[in-house]
C-alpha cells in the first residue's frame, strides 16, 4: 500500500521526514520525498510511504499525527497543514488523539469510499 503525505505551509524543509526516520513506528514503511507539482499536489513538503499492511499505516499515522501536534504546541511555529492521500482518498490531520487515527485509517483503508475529501471530526 502506498500513501502520500503532503505538509502544506511554512515547512522546514524536509522536517516531517526527518521525524519519521527517526520514529521507531514508521520504520515499518519505506520512505522517499516526491518533488512537489504544484497543480497537483500543492505547495510543500511530500512524503511517499510504502507499506504492507494497515498495521503499519497506522503506525505511520501515529508519527504523522504525532509531528502535526508537536508543531502546533510548538510558541511561535507557523500553522502548517497535513493531508494523507491514498488511492484518490485524501483526510486532513486534525488531531493526535487515538479515536482520530483510528478514522483516519478505516478511511484510507475503506474500500467502498469514493474518493471524496473527508472531513473529520476532530
Do not use: C, F, Y
Not at 25 to 45: F, I, N, P, R
Not at 77 to 101: F, K, M, Y
Amino acid at each position: 500500500m502506498q500513501v502520500l503525505i503532503r505538509v502544506e505551509g511554512e515547512v522546514d524543509g524536509r522536517g516531517l521526514m526527518h521525524w519519521l526516520h527517526a520514529d521507531p513506528v514508521s520504520k515499518q514503511a519505506e520512505l522517499s520525498t516526491v518533488a512537489g507539482d504544484s497543480g497537483q499536489m500543492g505547495t510543500g513538503e511530500i512524503v511517499q510511504a510504502v507499506m504492507e499492511n494497515s498495521i503499519a499505516l497506522g503506525g505511520l499515522v501515529v508519527a504523522v499525527s504525532t509531528w502535526w501536534d508537536a508543531r502546533r504546541r510548538r510558541p511561535g511555529s507557523p500553522p502548517v497543514q497535513v493531508v494523507i492521500e491514498r488511492d484518490g482518498i485524501s483526510t486532513t490531520v486534525t488531531g493526535a488523539d487515538p479515536a482520530h487515527i483510528q478514522r483516519i485509517v478505516e478511511a484510507l483503508t475503506s474500500d467502498d469510499s469514493e474518493g471524496d475529501d473527508l472531513d473529520l471530526p476532530r
